[in-house]
């Protein structure tokens, strides 16, 4: 017993700084949004676009946009361009509460919004999420899975996950909604006492991901309710996950 005491007292706490504190250092090969220098694109190269799995660039003119609700982070863009014009980010605050707000150009500024007053005061400072996996490939699950381990201890913003939709103030939807889950998802939203919320993380539940347009698949928990926050990803590193929900409940500056 006394070993153990001695060496908890030498390991000290073990959950990053975060949001008090510095945020963790980033793996040098994380990668947050592609950013497209759209001045050194040699003339008419579509390259890019082309190459992306997902159809998330557009290109017009001077302008370059990425859908992050497509995007998958997978670099394909940046092995494509022959000019070296696609870069990646390191900003981790990539949320937003508007799916329109992730079509973005350059490095991301916008954070996103916090909820109203009095939703943030019923939420605030005690969250409980029901979670539905709708029929993605298991990576967000795990990397949101993780916020709950004494590295990042999610437990001590109020937000925790519970086994029952009744006894949850909202769901956090992961995968693109294959057809086999839309009745599921449907009725765990419905068993929600309202009023709730609805988190829909990674690629695949923003717009379908990889398996969008595929006839199993409904491209995405908001063709079947409303979401309220969209958590870019494929999967989203769990300091996106946990920097969105933080600023949804007004917690973040
Ligand atoms: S990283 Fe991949 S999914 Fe994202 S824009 Fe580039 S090619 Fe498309
Ligand atoms: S968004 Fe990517 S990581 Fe998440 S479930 Fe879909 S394929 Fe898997």
């Known amino acids: 017993m006394w070993n153990i005491f001695t060496e908890r007292l030498r ?17 040098p090969r994380w990668r947050g949004a ?7 694109c040699a003339s008419e190269c579509e390259a890019c676009a082309e190459a992306c799995p997902t159809e998330a660039i557009t290109l ?3 302008r370059a946009v990425v859908d992050l609700g497509r995007c998958l982070f997978c670099t394909d863009c940046e092995a494509a361009c022959p000019s070296g014009a696609v870069s990646y980010g390191r900003e981790f605050s990539l949320a937003a509460r508007e799916r329109e707000a992730l079509f973005r150009e350059g490095e991301v500024v916008a954070k996103a919004q916090a909820l109203d007053l009095a939703s943030r005061k ?5 969250l409980k999420l029901r979670q539905v996996s709708a029929g993605g490939c298991n990576a967000c699950e795990a990397d949101v899975n ?25 769901l956090l939807i992961t995968g693109p909604v294959s057809q086999h889950m839309e009745l599921a998802l449907k009725t765990a939203w419905e068993a929600i006492p309202a009023p709730k919320l609805v988190i829909a993380v990674g690629a695949c539940a923003i717009s379908g991901g990889p398996f969008r347009d595929h006839p199993e698949v409904l491209n ?9 926050l969209f ?6 590193h769990p300091l996106t996950t946990l920097d969105g929900l933080l600023r949804l409940l007004g917690r973040l500056g």
């Not at 993780?146 to 909202?170: E, K, N, Y």
């Not at 995405?220 to 309220?228: E, F, K, L, N, R």
């Not at 958590?231 to 989203?236: F, L, R």
């Open 231 to 236: 958590i870019p990803g494929c999967p989203p």
């Open 220 to 228: 995405g928990a908001s063709s079947v309710v409303p979401v309220d």
């Open 122 to 126: 019923l939420f605030g400072r005690s």
């Open 146 to 170: 993780v916020l709950g381990t004494i590295g990042w201890d999610l437990g001590r913003f109020g937000i925790q996950f519970v086994a029952s939709p009744r006894h949850a103030d909202g």
């Open 34 to 40: 592609p950013v497209i220098d759209r001045a050194r």
């Open 60 to 62: 017009g003119g001077e």
């Open 11 to 27: 390991q000290g706490s073990r959950t990053i700084a975060w949001p008090d504190g510095p945020a963790p250092q980033l793996d």
